[in-house]
C-alpha cells in the first residue's frame, strides 16, 4: 500500500528537498511542485531519477495549446511519471498536452477543481452556476473524453468520479489527512482509509508526514492505516 502514497518535496531548495530524500528512503513517490520547481529547474528531478523514485511534476499548466504541448515534451523528457494540467485550460489544450507527452511514459492528469476551494466559492467567486460535485464530473469527463489518463480531485468526490469514469481512469487525490491532523489549507478532505474505499488510485499526503516530528513513524503509522483496506 505504501507505493500509493505520494509525499510532495514542498520545500524551497534543492538541499532541503535532498535532506527530506534523505530522512524518508521509504517513499517511493514524490511530487514536486510549483515552488521547488521553480527554485531548482529540472536538478530535483535528475537526482529523483538517480535514485529510482517515482515523479509526480504536479506544474498545473494552464496555457494556450501550444505553449501546453511545448511544456509537455520539455517535461516528458526527462521520464516524470505524472503531469498536471488544469482541465479548464479547455479541450484544445487538453488535446495538446495529449500531443506533447506522446511516445513517452509520461501520464497527464487534469485538475478538476483545486482542493483549497469549496461550494461558496465555485459559486459566488468564480461564478460557477453548476454544484460543486457536477462541476468536478463535468471537468474530469472532459479529461476522459479527450483521452487524458487520469484526474487529481478531492476525495470527497472521488467515488462518484470513479464510477462514472470507470477503473481504467487514473485518481490522484489531496486533501488526505489522517485521524486528527490538521486540515491546514484543505477544504475537503477524507482519512488515507477513506480515499482508498472511495476510489482513489494514490493519495497526495504532505504535511501529516514531512512536518511531524518523527516523520518515519508518520509514514508508517499512515501505511499501517491503510493496509486495513487491503
Not at 534523505?22 to 511542485?33: I, T, Y
Not at 481512469?169 to 477524507?190: E, L
Request: net charge negative; aromatic share 4%; hydrophobic share 45%.
Amino acid at each position: 500500500m505504501n507505493d500509493k502514497i505520494i509525499v510532495p518535496l514542498d520545500v524551497p531548495t534543492l538541499d532541503g528537498a535532498i535532506a527530506l530524500l534523505d530522512r524518508l528512503p521509504q517513499v517511493s513517490f514524490w511530487k514536486v511542485g510549483l515552488e521547488l520547481f521553480i527554485s531548482t529547474g529540472t536538478d530535483i528531478l535528475k537526482i529523483l531519477k538517480e535514485r529510482d523514485k517515482r515523479i509526480f511534476l504536479d506544474l498545473k499548466l494552464h496555457d494556450i495549446p501550444n505553449t501546453v504541448a511545448g511544456a509537455c515534451r520539455a517535461a516528458a523528457k526527462h521520464d516524470v511519471d505524472f503531469l498536471t494540467i488544469h482541465a479548464t485550460a479547455g479541450r484544445a489544450a487538453l488535446q495538446a498536452a495529449l500531443d506533447g507527452v506522446r511516445g513517452s511514459k509520461t501520464q497527464l492528469l487534469a485538475v478538476t477543481l483545486l482542493t483549497s476551494l469549496d461550494a461558496r466559492e465555485l459559486a459566488f467567486d468564480l461564478k460557477v452556476p453548476l454544484e460543486l460535485p457536477e462541476y468536478a464530473l463535468h471537468m474530469a469527463l472532459l479529461a476522459e473524453e479527450t483521452g487524458i489518463h487520469g484526474a487529481v480531485c478531492s476525495p470527497r468526490e472521488v467515488s462518484q468520479l470513479q464510477r462514472v469514469c470507470g477503473d481504467d481512469f487514473t485518481f490522484v487525490c489531496p486533501g488526505v489527512r489522517p485521524t486528527g491532523s490538521a486540515i491546514g489549507d484543505q477544504r475537503r478532505v477524507m482519512t488515507p482509509s477513506q480515499a482508498l474505499k472511495a476510489g482513489a488510485t494514490y493519495l497526495v499526503i504532505g504535511r501529516p508526514i514531512t512536518a511531524a516530528s518523527d516523520p518515519i513513524a508518520a509514514w508508517e503509522q499512515i501505511c499501517q492505516e491503510m493496509e486495513s483496506v487491503s
